[in-house]
């Protein structure tokens, strides 16, 4: 007998266990535990349930001591653990229904840490648009906390950051399964901080963020304006900093563009290595499409592959949305669909063509900037209506898609290459220019 | 051990007690009976069958103190005729117990008390709440019929209890339906949630008073303790799903029933389901009916509309006209609302303002 493996030694204690207590007994307590692990000359025997627990140790302690010395005085003491259920038996096979099931089994999340586990590397699509974010990712589990730290990622919604923080947390607990990870979004932190405010326990707060080898805040943007939870983020950002403690941002825009914010706040976040989530191109969109249907376990055609990723446009998770349906209509009718049934159901999913007239536009921004409208129409190169009118030229041509020629044309006759300038321009100031960016992005909710 | 008892308040004890004795016969013997303990603290009733377990005490006299253990069924059918006040005495010698009232003695065999087992507490609660024993058994008695029956996912056959916010809630699903019960608690309580075995839940729903009960739980154990008694059951500890993102924000078609009429159509059209038990539940929309359906080639056919007011798009769903017919009872407003997402998305079943009952059920393939 090897007296190191724990089902060999079981064995041979239940053999003499079965030898010196009555047969009720002995399968009532005995049938459902297992050594779960020798450790220190411990074993650690695992029980079904508390009510075990306390009946080992009043009555089978002795008798289990001294089976085990006999096999070895290695052996110095037994414990008794309550075995989580979820770890006793493995799944098998379930009866058939025909009431479709719920999808539970996406949403186990667990409270230790808040990670989903169904975000993993393993259903990451790396393509051009995110294989910056992918390398940086893959290098911070390398060497976590000291080659890019904090790594702050942004991008628009449904592009795939929470997927890529969550996976770096969960890969992160694979590899160093003894060091602590958390994911929470800064709504959540702030949460947390007012109510220990509240409570009266704002050290208890400090203590519990602290202890963290790896710390992962979702959508850092939602901490504008809250002053005090910012500063609250700015010591313990500095404390895990300073103790090379891996820290993972995300947002929806850069940390130079996220609005009222504090400045040394803002400043830490960008220390690091800031990476952007670009939008998927047609080829990472079709991987992204074939990956998620046959997760679902859906084959479709090359074809419909092809319509569906070039037809839905904007986020992932509007793809997600689309071949969800696919697959319910699989699941319904029994086949995958073909290209004309997928075309017709994403009739329902495909957004109404913005449509807008020129004038619209033009009144909306005029008001913005608080200038004359007429203004724009004319020949004047006054500064203060040249940049509305660019704008006006960049979110014509942005947004609705109207050509260089008829923008031109309607805003008072310019030449399209006036327009094309234009367009470039407010493209390219953009980037550096965080006034800029967001007076486009106010300027975008007025036109709704 | 001799001991004397008021005849009445035993017979109630024992009724109680004896639900937790265990009925497999393939077990341990003594997990059959009841344990009768007089010590220093009082007379104490006792049964478990390890998953469950309840101490209950009982008024009476103790002559010599002492413990034995009585095959429950045997002890049951004794004490169930005692129905006026006088005494009873029970006179423990050898392996036998002496029960005697009045003239009529009977003498039974005991089982060893050595192999009784004791009572789990939990060791360092975690978190202790205080909670109307009222609302308790509401909120088990209105999930729990929603857990599963199978032991695959033992989360799933659990009863979800948590505090959050002001709100104490009971869910259980096993994932073709789900029900959640909410109840706004006055007093101020810890968050906690726990996952108590749906069959412990019942049990102890039947078994607590209405008068406020404590609760103390830790990881693997929960007590609940009213006066002097303590009933006490293992927990689960897993994961439950964050079932919330299951439940639909938006819906395609609403309809709003008195929930009579529908409960008697149910059960008007089931007699015609299959051996799916499948019924057809139509959102007719222009014509303002809801209505139901039901074909078995062998049997025939039915179908009843229902005046309803609706919104939305028309839709026909499939359902187990079983998951549709378990909430019915359960609302306590006269009209309800079922909500649907569309094809292979879930239907929610609400009382017309009742907010704190939320049932959804999963479509059938068509």
């Known amino acids: 007998m090897n007296k190191y493996d724990s089902r060999e030694l079981w064995e041979h204690v239940l053999s003499q266990v079965e030898l010196s207590i009555s047969p009720a007994n002995f399968n009532t307590w005995f049938r459902e535990s297992s050594i779960v692990k020798i450790e220190d000359g411990i074993v650690y025997i695992g029980v079904p349930s508390q009510f075990f627990r306390d009946w080992y140790l009043k009555k089978f302690h002795p008798l289990l001591l001294k089976i085990i010395r006999g096999v070895s005085y290695e052996f110095r003491n037994i414990e008794y653990m309550i075995v989580k259920d979820a770890s006793r038996k493995p799944r098998t096979e379930r009866r058939r229904e025909p009431s479709m099931e719920m999808p539970l089994d996406e949403f186990y999340i667990n409270k230790s840490d808040n990670l989903n586990p169904k975000y993993t590397f393993d259903t990451f699509v790396v393509g051009s648009f995110n294989e910056l974010a992918y390398a940086a990712a893959q290098a911070i589990l390398a060497r976590p906390g000291i080659t890019y730290n904090p790594l702050f990622i942004y991008g628009d919604t449904g592009r795939g950051k929470t997927h890529l923080i969550q996976a770096i947390g969960n890969q992160f607990k694979k590899l160093y399964p003894n060091r602590k990870v958390f994911y929470l979004t800064s709504e959540r932190f702030s949460v947390d901080y007012t109510d220990s405010i509240g409570s009266g326990s704002a050290n208890r707060f400090k203590e519990k963020y602290r202890q963290y080898d790896l710390l992962i805040m979702d959508d850092v943007q939602f901490l504008a304006k809250k002053e005090k939870t910012q500063e609250e983020l700015f010591h313990l950002f500095n404390s895990l900093h300073d103790n090379n403690k891996q820290i993972i941002f995300s947002s929806d825009r850069s940390p130079q563009s996220i609005p009222d914010i504090a400045d040394r706040v803002r400043g830490r976040l960008s220390s690091g290595m800031t990476v952007d989530i670009g939008e998927p191109d047609t080829e990472s969109r079709m991987s992204i499409v074939r990956r998620k249907a046959a997760a679902n376990g859906v084959t479709l055609g090359e074809d419909v592959i092809e319509y569906v990723a070039t037809s839905v446009s904007g986020s992932i998770r509007e793809l997600e949305g689309v071949i969800n349906s696919v697959v319910c209509h699989t699941q319904v009718k029994g086949v995958p669909p073909d290209l004309a049934e997928v075309r017709q159901s994403l009739r329902a999913f495909s957004r109404p063509t913005k449509t807008v007239s020129v004038k619209h536009v033009v009144s909306k921004v005029a008001e913005f900037y608080g200038i004359d409208e007429e203004s724009i129409y004319e020949k004047t190169r006054r500064r203060e209506v040249v940049r509305p009118r660019q704008v006006i030229m960049y979110l014509l041509r942005e947004d609705f898609s109207v050509s260089y020629p008829t923008i031109g044309s309607k805003l008072g006759g310019r030449d399209h290459t006036t327009v094309i300038h234009s367009c470039e321009k407010v493209k390219r100031e953009i980037v550096d220019d965080a006034d800029l960016a967001k007076e486009i992005q106010d300027i975008r909710g007025l036109l709704v | ?366």
């Open chain 2, 1 to 366: 051990m001799i001991i004397n008892l008021n005849k009445k308040e035993f017979r109630d004890v024992v009724g109680i007690v004896s639900r937790f004795a265990d009925k497999r016969s393939s077990t341990l013997p003594t997990l059959s009976g009841i344990a009768l303990i007089a010590g220093d603290d009082g007379i104490k009733v006792r049964a478990t069958n390890l998953e469950t377990g309840v101490d209950m005490f009982v008024e009476g006299t103790i002559k010599t103190p002492g413990a034995i253990v009585i095959p429950s069924s045997v002890l049951r059918d004794i004490s169930s005729s005692f129905s006026d006040s006088g005494q009873v005495t029970i006179e423990h010698s050898g392996d036998t117990a002496i029960i005697t009232a009045g003239t009529a003695k009977s003498t039974v065999k005991t089982l060893p008390f050595d192999d009784f087992p004791s009572l789990p507490l939990p060791e360092n609660p975690k978190t202790t709440f205080r909670i109307p024993g009222a609302s308790l058994v509401s909120l088990i008695n209105t999930v729990a019929s929603c857990a599963s029956t199978s032991t695959i996912r033992p989360e799933l056959a659990a009863v979800l209890l948590s505090s959050e916010g002001g709100h104490v809630k009971a869910v259980a699903t096993d994932s073709f339906r789900l029900a959640e019960k909410k109840i706004s608690i006055k007093e101020k309580m810890n968050n906690f949630s726990i996952l108590i075995p749906a069959r412990n839940a019942l049990d102890l729903a039947q078994t607590i008073p209405d008068t406020d009960v404590e609760v103390r739980v830790d990881e693997h154990q929960c007590a609940v303790v009213w006066g002097k008694n303590t009933l006490t059951t293992r927990l689960v500890a897993a994961a439950y799903p964050d079932y919330t993102q299951i439940i639909p924000k938006s819906f395609t078609s609403e309809a709003t029933v008195l929930r009579k009429d529908f409960e008697g159509a149910l059960k008007r059209t089931a007699v015609f389901s299959d051996s799916f038990q499948k019924v057809r539940l139509g959102f007719d929309v222009k014509g303002k009916k809801l209505a139901l359906s039901a074909h078995n080639a062998d049997v025939g056919e039915a179908v009843e509309p229902l005046a309803s007011s609706l919104t939305g798009d028309s839709l026909e769903l499939s359902f187990n006209f079983r998951y549709l017919q378990t909430p019915l009872p359960l609302f306590t407003s006269e009209s309800i609302t079922l909500s649907a997402g569309g094809i292979g998305r879930p239907l929610v079943i609400k009382g017309v303002g009742d907010q704190s009952f939320l049932y959804l059920v999963m479509p059938m393939n068509q």
